[in-house]
């Protein structure tokens, strides 16, 4: 299957302090990618859908001043986690598609970040 | 998510078949999906399924599909240590996954 990097695996960052993940397609280019939050032993939760050159759409309830994404080029989304507190720690996973109708979606490894 | 739901525990003997099921909400589901997740990594696409069939077998791997009852199995065959993990459906509407918590699979000896 294709290939989604996430960078960096893990992030330790002071409370207050902002903190940038980055999800790269390999080896396709992925019009639309997605941004996951998994809690310890839970099911990952959809925070928003961002589209090549085009403003994210966030689900219900995720702030999108705190979580800012930014998918500039076809291979590449970043989410900018802002002022950071503790109870944004979490395993945020990123995943991407070619195209918007496609049908498999691949995952990046994740990120662990830890905010102390 | 809420709509998608998966009993959360699965113990099986090393060479025993496994079966995981799941239950979904959204008739509209186009595809249905099976993701492995092993401790502290991402998801890997296991296999998916379009809404019209009823089976699908990839080696090991077999997916059944009750489209009227709206319940998704997976079953893994001769099950091995390495299949030790965390294992989620997901249902695709509108091009979005919605998954389930997650069966945790445990291989035994």
């Known amino acids: 299957g294709a290939v989604v990097s996430q960078h960096p695996s893990w992030v330790i960052c002071k409370s207050g302090t902002s903190v940038k993940i980055e999800c790269r397609s390999l080896?396709?280019?992925?019009?639309?990618m997605f941004w996951y939050r998994q809690f310890p032993k839970q099911s990952l939760m959809l925070m928003a859908t961002?589209?090549?050159?085009?403003?994210?759409?966030?689900e219900q309830g995720v702030e999108k001043d705190k979580f800012l994404i930014n998918h500039a080029s076809l291979t590449l989304s970043t989410l900018t986690v802002t002022s950071a507190h503790p109870e944004d720690s979490s395993f945020y996973i990123c995943?991407?598609?070619?195209?918007?109708?496609?049908?498999?979606?691949?995952f990046g490894q994740g990120t662990r970040l830890t905010v102390v | 998510g809420e709509d998608v739901e998966q009993s959360l525990f699965l113990s099986v003997r090393e060479g025993d078949s496994s079966v995981i099921n799941c239950t979904y909400t959204?008739?509209?589901?186009?595809?249905l999906y099976w993701y492995k997740q092993e401790p502290g990594a991402g998801l890997q696409l296991l296999t998916y399924?379009?809404?019209?069939?009823d089976m699908k077998q990839d080696q090991r791997l077999t997916v059944l599909l009750n489209k009227k009852d709206k319940h998704l199995s997976l079953r893994i065959a001769d099950t091995q240590t390495g299949d030790s993990a965390i294992y989620f459906c997901?249902?695709?509407?509108?091009?979005?996954?919605?998954f389930g918590a997650g069966t945790t699979v445990t291989v035994r000896a």
């Open positions: 080896d396709f280019q992925a019009t639309t």
């Open positions: 959204d008739s509209s589901s186009t595809y």
């Open positions: 995943s991407a598609r070619a195209s918007v109708q496609g049908i498999e979606a691949f």
């Open positions: 399924i379009f809404s019209n069939m």
């Open positions: 997901a249902e695709s509407i509108d091009y979005k996954l919605s």
């Open positions: 961002s589209n090549e050159g085009s403003k994210a759409t966030y």
